[in-house]
């Protein structure tokens, strides 16, 4: 290939890998992959109060059922006689096993409102449950997809890199270090065709005088006179 080519070759490669570089970077997964992982925090947190919340009122009905059981058993104690404690009368006994009626009463009627609550409880315990699963699916499912998508991207750029660096062995040192220091200063397209009598990059209609000239020099390369980017006048050179 001419020095033309091989020139107009670098700057294809090189705003090839500027593309690159900014498709990597703004990645859709990325900012999935995050967004799964902030809301697997949020439901992990939720999860944790809801567990507590199950905790405490399994613990109250359970309290309860103990003390039913409890106050049953002095019941049939009273019954059966074997009570370690003697009454004045049947008045009294009847009273005391109304009293202690009333307090297993109670705790049916405690326990049968705390149980909606636990049924409560536990579906959103299920529902958090299954949106963490669903959320470390979609996260894996995200993270394998970038892993592709990037592996991708690091394949072209190895390829690039590696034709760059034929490209650059290719060309003299000096026009190297011309492209390099043009295309740091604009950001990039370094480069630029005549096209009839117009760059085009900078896209200024050439005078007639440096047209001739720049034609008359026979040179493929040179410097354009008005954004003084390298201008590539022809790839003539190439057979
Ligand atoms: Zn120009």
Redesign the pocket.
């Known amino acids: 290939m001419s020095e033309a080519s091989n020139l107009l070759r670098l700057q294809e490669i090189d705003l090839e890998l500027m593309k690159s570089k900014k498709t990597a970077a703004a990645l859709p997964q990325r900012a999935r992959v995050e967004a799964a992982r902030a809301a697997s925090k949020k439901v992990a947190g939720e999860l944790t109060k809801i567990v507590g919340q199950r905790k405490d009122i399994e613990i109250e009905i359970n309290d309860l059922a103990e003390s039913k059981e409890f106050f049953s058993q002095k019941m049939t104690e009273i019954q059966t006689g074997t009570y370690n404690q003697d009454f004045r009368n049947a008045q009294e006994m009847e009273y005391n096993l109304s009293l202690l009626a009333k307090k297993i009463e109670k705790c049916d009627f405690d326990t049968d409102k705390l149980l909606p609550q636990l049924e409560t409880v536990e579906r959103a315990e299920a529902n958090a449950r299954a949106l963490t699963d669903k959320l470390e699916r979609e996260e894996a499912a995200q993270l394998d997809s970038f892993k592709q998508a990037m592996a991708q991207i690091t394949d072209k750029v190895k390829a690039l890199a590696t034709e760059r660096e034929r490209i650059v062995a290719a060309l003299p040192a000096k026009m190297v270090a011309d492209y390099e220091a043009a295309r740091a200063r604009f950001g990039g397209l370094a480069v630029?065709t005549l096209v009839g009598n117009r760059?085009s990059?900078?896209r200024?209609t050439l005078q007639p005088s440096s047209f001739t000239d720049i034609r008359r020099s026979g040179a493929e390369v040179t410097t354009?006179p008005?954004?003084k980017?390298i201008?590539v006048v022809s790839t003539e050179g190439e057979e």
Do not use: G, Q, T
């Open positions: 630029e760059p990059a900078c200024v354009c008005y954004c980017r201008l």
